[in-house]
């Protein structure tokens, strides 16, 4: 498994949203299909979601520091991909967690048990260094996941193309955001999670 | 650990700068206030749960660095997304208290209140029963002036183990 990396925040990001930050990290070999175990994980959490737990899920201290951070980012803070609000939608909408593969199953299950909202993007076995930041464009204000100079993907939004997780990926990144008040080391935590499921499967 | 930036990407649209030079400290009160806006909506609309409050849309975008402008009237949708949502509460739990005043005076003077009826769903209670003010022994006893409530346990087949009972029986 490989080192959990601190991206880098672009000075007005980090002067706008003091505490705001990127975590990330590798997991060799691209998409593969979902284990049994992993399978009858998500069954066995489907199962305990209810209808209450989807309305209370909102409330919780982490998921409402990050649907804060999405009011405070001219959101709609009920709109966000990869959040756990989304998650357990997905799952009352679906009657459950059809298997979708690693790493999607993967960071939906990391994210069902910490609350905290994972990314995963592929790369090229290029972009093996500290190189994902967190930056605003500066005409726009547009915040945005990048790597190197390339747009990965806008902050709670879908991968761009050239970073989505293909069978032609060499390696995938899973990102995490620390929202300001979030602990890092939960989110440190949600990563790890996410990564030993990927590479067990 | 972590990547610095180069300097060209140090600048920002001089409309932003400035007004994170100048305001940053409205700018950080109206977020904070943001913040605390979603999540009062958030605890009332757990709060209200079962009863679905129906919260008015935001207005989307992208996420971004916004104007203080911007943060203005977004602090504005949110509030008055919020009021909305108090407002909406409000008006149901007072139908609510009325129906259980409603339920008070059918039980103390029932002669009052002939064929009222008064459903669990109107107390915001989950379930199909009601409170229904109807004579003792039928017609007799509407003819005699026997009123009385009675008490509906509501469908049997509303809960999934009944449903599972009955299909066992089918």
Redesign the interface.
Known sequence: MSEI?????????E??FPGIGVRFCFVAGGPSKTPAGLSQELDLAADRIT??QA??V??EPVA?LY??L??????????GEGTAEDVIRRRLLEGGFRPSGIPADAITLATLETGIPLWAFGVSKALSG??I?L?????????ELRSDDLRMA????EPHPEFEVTRKSEQMCLVALVAPGVVPEIVELALERAVALCVTS | ?????AAT?????PA??ED?ILHAGA?DAL?AQ??R???AT??L??EA??LALDLA???????????LG??ES?RDA?ALRLEDARAQLTTVRSRQDEARAQIELMLSDPQSYRWLRVSRDELGLPGCGHWHVRPRLGLIGMLAGWWHVKISSGCPLICDSGQRRALTVL
């Open positions: 990396l601190a991206g880098a925040v672009s000075p007005e990001v002067s706008e209808g209450a309305v209370r909102a409330a409402a649907r804060a999405r009011a405070q980012l001219g959101m709609d803070p009920s709109v500290p190189r930041s930056w605003s464009d500066p005409s726009t204000g547009v915040v806008t902050l709670f939004g | 650990m972590s990547t610095t930036f990407d140090r600048t920002p649209s932003l700068a994170a700018r977020k943001i913040a806006i979603e999540t958030v605890a609309v757990a749960h079962p849309p935001v207005q989307p975008g992208p996420p971004r660095l916004m104007s911007n943060l977004r949110l």
